[in-house]
């Protein structure tokens, strides 16, 4: 399937749940397939998403990502088939790609009511995190799950010496004077919200 995504050109994704690991691993992959030409909306499911996760994606600078409700999991590529998720075999997930008119046309209806119910990923960003830039809010998100400077900068785009410099001065907003103690200020202010 990694193959057939370099070919698609339209992706409307609906997704339960999303992680900090989970993110750092496909956002990477959505920026090369945006700069390939790829039109994509993602929508979260609300109550599947962590607070961390939320702030990784609310400052994407490519695409669109929304929040709402939108508990079933699906793609709809390039306007003309649905990708579903298949039977479990064994620990493997699989998936099923459908093409009959009346699921395309059920998967429309959901398509529409959840974008209808969403919002931007941009909205909603814990107070005690609108001081930082959006890219910040990035680092922080990546620091919670103790990822590596070059791990950040490889799942943003940017150089070490960036990641290192958007550290430094959330450590000095935050009022802090480690990244261990960055990262726990974050998880507690987004305790609070």
Known sequence: MSDDCRRWRDLLSIQP??????????????????ANGLQMVSLFHLDGLDAEARCLLAGEPEGEYRVGVCPVQMKIIDRRYVLLSGPAEGNRTTVM???AAECLDAAWRYWHAAVAASFPATEGVPAGLSQLTQRQRQVV??????????AIAEALDVSVRTVRSDIADLMEVLGVRSRFAAGARVKELLREA
Not at 141 to 150: G, M, N, P, S
């Open 141 to 150: 998100a990546l620091l919670t799950v103790d990822t590596r400077d070059e």
């Open 97 to 99: 790609a459908v093409t």
């Open 17 to 34: 749940s999303g992680y900090v690991p989970q993110l750092q691993a496909s956002l990477p992959q959505n920026r090369r397939l945006l």
